[in-house]
């Protein structure tokens, strides 16, 4: 099985990275919304998407950082 | 592309364990704290006790009545105790079908929709769906889950998707040539007659323009696929799933075995006797599904019911996820009949593969005296008379013995006889009780 080049990894962590960094922007945002049906709504359609990219990105970010980055 | 995500479908064996795990762990932690059910379920369970596999089978199993229980102490929400999230955050309500007892309703956030769409959007991608598929989904929706993922993943992938709900056979047949569909959600049983259908009106299959078929709802033996692949000109795929764990399987492009949806769900294949003993490749055993992602509905080691095969751990499309060789049927629909284990399947997969010449068939397994007695009705295709018919009965006979070590007693139908399905095929029927 094709062992991935270091530089995927490093892709890979700066991705965890940005979800992370959406996370928070879309948290901002809603606070500003106060309640704001169209923030509000959306946001949570927007959170709901980070939660789908924290499995499949963010979790093997975070497990290939501690054990560094083999794959099958 | 080759793969939705390239990280997790090449993952080692070793980190997609570690993830299942971990998420595991949340899930529990998750459930405790969110839902009464499983605070007592659990009560004398921690997070921290789970370190392997093994460990996690020290929980309850889970089954349709438990949820049921659950359900029955209702209380302020439709849901009872089994929520995980406040009633208000509930935005879709689905339920199963009841064929079993009372439905079980089955509650889903905008999150935990997404996350099972997301599910569907890597099954979809391995079955070759793409941004150029217009997908024509030959059924209508409603408060069954069918469908409903299937036609969001699609749209997430990029497909243009046609709901043929409120057409019938005929109808959809047509508007499938008219709108140019390449690809098709359907169930096994329904693509043969939307097949049978179209020869009707004369038209062959393959010139509707199908490419791409996955079907849904009941098991697709190889032999089945192939025939459906054979009809319509196009590559078949088979997945598993149910209301309550989702889609937990499904097929890559080699059509080989079915890949086991991980790090999604961490499902256990067990024993059938003890249900204590995960089996070895080759084995029969039993899904045990745990949705790690899924917070609206928790479910921790579902008794699915389902029976499969374990299948190997390499596949040749690079994927590194555990496989199925084999979906067996459903573990009510296993028989013992004189002693011997039956899976009504079994014989789709002969008759397909090796009876091109039976249009349709019916198993009917009766008590006589002491002795349980297994009839296989078949309807022959429409010219075949005498010498014909007692060549095929005794070559049947043969072949039945071979594939299921039973002895089969043999009946013909006329033609037309034999009730034909169109959702689900009901082709097995156990009078024993009767």
Redesign the interface.
């Known amino acids: 099985?094709?062992v991935?080049k270091d530089q995927?990894w490093g892709r890979?962590r700066e991705m965890s990275e940005k979800i992370e960094e959406i996370e928070r922007l879309v948290l901002d945002l809603k606070e500003l919304g106060e309640e704001m049906p169209v923030i509000e709504k959306n946001a949570?359609?927007i959170?709901?998407?980070i939660?789908?990219l924290r499995?499949?990105?963010s979790?093997?970010a975070e497990?290939?950082d501690k054990?560094g980055g083999?794959?099958? | 592309m080759k793969y939705w995500n390239p990280y997790l479908e090449t993952l080692s064996r070793e980190r997609l364990l570690e993830l299942e795990l971990n998420n595991f762990r949340q899930l529990l932690q998750y459930a405790k704290e969110h839902s009464p059910f499983y605070r007592q379920r659990y009560k004398d369970f921690a997070p921290e006790d789970i370190e392997t596999k093994e460990d996690i089978r020290r929980l309850p199993l889970l089954d349709k009545k438990d949820l049921r229980v659950a359900q029955e102490a209702r209380g302020a929400s439709l849901y009872g105790e089994i929520l995980g999230v406040d009633p208000e955050d509930v935005t879709t309500f689905r339920q199963t079908s009841g064929t079993t007892g009372r439905p079980v309703y089955v509650p889903e956030t905008y999150e935990s929709w997404q996350w099972r769409v997301e599910v569907w959007c890597h099954i979809l991608w391995m079955a070759g769906f793409r941004e150029t598929d217009r997908v024509f989904v030959p059924f209508g929706y409603n408060v069954y889950v069918a469908f409903w993922e299937g036609h969001y993943a699609a749209e997430k992938v990029g497909c243009e998707v046609v709901p043929g709900g409120a057409l019938d056979t005929r109808g959809r047949i047509n508007k499938m040539m008219e709108v140019k569909a390449t690809a098709l959600l359907n169930t096994t049983t329904y693509g043969l007659h939307m097949a049978e259908e179209a020869m009707k009106m004369g038209i062959d299959p393959r010139e509707i323009g199908i490419k791409r078929m996955l079907c849904a709802g009941e098991p697709l033996p190889q032999a089945t696929r192939k025939r459906l692949e054979h009809l319509w000109g196009a590559e078949v795929y088979d997945h598993i799933g149910g209301t309550e764990p989702c889609a937990w399987a499904a097929m890559c492009q080699e059509r080989d075995g079915l890949h086991i949806m991980e790090p999604f769900f961490l499902v256990e294949i067990l024993d059938m006797e003890t249900m204590s003993r995960e089996v070895e490749e080759g084995e029969l055993g039993v899904a045990v599904v745990t949705p790690l992602g899924r917070r609206s509905f928790p479910l921790l080691r579902f008794n699915t019911k389902d029976v499969v095969r374990r299948g190997r751990e390499r596949c040749p499309c690079g994927r590194t996820s555990l496989m199925i060789s084999e979906v067996a049927g459903r573990v009510d629909e296993l028989r013992k009949i004189r002693g011997i284990l039956f899976t009504p399947v079994s014989v789709e997969e002969l008759l397909r593969e090796e009876f091109p010449e039976i249009e349709e068939y019916e198993i009917i397994l009766e008590k006589k005296g002491a002795m349980d007695e297994i009839t296989l009705r078949v309807e022959p295709q429409e010219d075949m008379e005498g010498n014909a018919l007692a060549k095929l009965s005794a070559r049947l006979s043969e072949r039945l013995k071979t594939k299921t070590n039973l002895s089969f007693n043999i009946k013909f139908a006329l033609p037309g006889d034999l009730p034909r399905h169109t959702l689900k095929s009901k082709r097995f029927r156990d009078l024993r009780g009767a």
Do not use: E, P
Request: no cysteine; charged share 20%.
């Open positions: 099985m094709k991935r995927d890979l949570r359609a959170l709901s998407f939660h789908v499995f499949g990105i979790d093997v497990i290939t054990s083999t794959n099958g």
